[in-house]
Every structure is written in structure tokens, then in C-alpha cells.
């Protein structure tokens, strides 16, 4: 019989750090939304961005939340996880995110992100190692009547 990855305890540890990025990006408190990263982790936003180490990560974020990110909110829609060892795990987040304003200060239309996350154990606790974010459907205009 094969050796199945991942326990329950382990999935719904990963789940609870999603959970708790989220909260805190929906608090504006990047702190909070970067807690469970890893010193070295790696972040890609949906506009192409590398961002290299936690403090990068939280420094951006930060950022956000008091220019085009003042309103924003995310909202889970799904997550699917997958273990690749005991100890690495992928987690694929669906999230509408709203709020956003554009450079110019127009209010953006909500979308929905896909964002890839990978998992290490690390001392006993789920980490974020990287993140890789991207915009999967573009808002339609709205056609004339």
C-alpha cells in the first residue's frame, strides 16, 4: 500500500494559513498578512513583480494599503491542495478581490486572482516559501442596453 501524503492536521493547518493571510490583507495589517511567510520567500504579483524576502513582501504590501489598496478585500473562493512530500505542499487559492483603485484613482471593476502558493514544514509549522499570483478573469464591460 502507498504512502499517502499529508494528514488531515496538515491540510487544515495549511488551510488556517491561508485563512490568516487573507484576514490580515483584508485588515490592511501586512504584518499580519506576511506572518506565516518565510525570511526568503518569493512573491510574484499579477503585474509581473518579483519580490524577494518577507521583509520586501510586507514592505509592498504596506504600500498598497494606503495607495491603490486602501478599500481593497479579498474574498476565498476556493482552495485545492495538493502534498508533493510530507513536508511541501502546493495550494492553488481562488480569490475575488475588490476595492482596488487604478494609478489614476479610478475605481477598478472586481476580478478574480489565482495564486499558487507553496508550502514548507518548517519547525513544525506551516510556511509560506512562495507565492505566484495571476488575474484569471478579466471583469467584461458592461454592453449597452
Same mark, same amino acid.
Given at each position: 500500500?502507498?504512502?499517502? +501524503? ?7 493547518? &495549511? ?11 483584508? @485588515? #490592511? ?18 503585474? =509581473? ?11 509592498? +504590501?504596506?504600500? %498598497?494599503?494606503?495607495?491603490? =489598496?486602501? #478599500?481593497? &478585500? ?6 485545492? &491542495? ?7 505542499? +502546493?495550494? #492553488?487559492?481562488?480569490?475575488? %478581490?475588490?476595492?482596488?483603485? @487604478?494609478?489614476? =484613482?479610478?475605481?477598478?471593476?472586481? #476580478?478574480?486572482?489565482?495564486? %499558487? ?24 464591460? @458592461?454592453?449597452? =442596453?
Amino acid at each position: 500500500m502507498a504512502h499517502e +501524503l499529508g494528514s488531515r492536521r496538515d491540510e487544515d493547518a &495549511i488551510r488556517a494559513v491561508i485563512v490568516e493571510t487573507i484576514e490580515g490583507f483584508n @485588515a #490592511h495589517d501586512a504584518r499580519r498578512a506576511t506572518h506565516a511567510y518565510m525570511p526568503e520567500s518569493d512573491l510574484v504579483t499579477v503585474r =509581473g513583480d518579483a519580490l524577494k524576502g518577507k521583509a520586501e513582501i510586507e514592505r509592498r +504590501l504596506t504600500e %498598497l494599503f494606503v495607495t491603490r =489598496g486602501k #478599500h481593497a &478585500i479579498q474574498e476565498m473562493r476556493d482552495v485545492r &491542495i495538493r502534498f508533493i512530500r510530507d513536508d511541501v505542499a +502546493l495550494a #492553488h487559492v481562488g480569490i475575488e %478581490l475588490n476595492g482596488v483603485v @487604478a494609478t489614476d =484613482g479610478q475605481a477598478l471593476p472586481p #476580478h478574480r486572482e489565482l495564486n %499558487l502558493r507553496v508550502f514548507v514544514k518548517d519547525g513544525g509549522s506551516w510556511r509560506v516559501a512562495a507565492f505566484h499570483n495571476t488575474v484569471v478573469a478579466r471583469p467584461v464591460a @458592461a454592453r449597452p =442596453g
